[in-house]
């Protein structure tokens, strides 16, 4: 069992809605009860996430180097 998506929100220090559209472009994944296990999801942000878009107070942001993404990260970006 994990932490529920507003936990994991506070955890990499960016709002539910970031992290709800996270999961919704398939970014990062849920586990089967609705929660999130921390570690798993880090590597899959770390791994799917532009760092472009990223929230300037999250750890990663001036680490990390810039790679493409894909268009469905994009349009999830954009999306209203």
Known sequence: ???SIRA???HRGISDTAVRKAIKAG???KEGDGSIDVEKADREWHMNTDTTFSHPNEE????QQQ???SQ???D???ET
């Open 1 to 3: 069992m994990g932490i």
């Open 8 to 10: 994991y929100a506070r």
């Open 27 to 29: 970014r990062i994944t």
């Open 60 to 63: 990663s942001y001036h680490s």
């Open 67 to 69: 790679r493409p993404v």
């Open 72 to 74: 469905a990260a994009v």
């Open 76 to 78: 999830a970006v954009y």
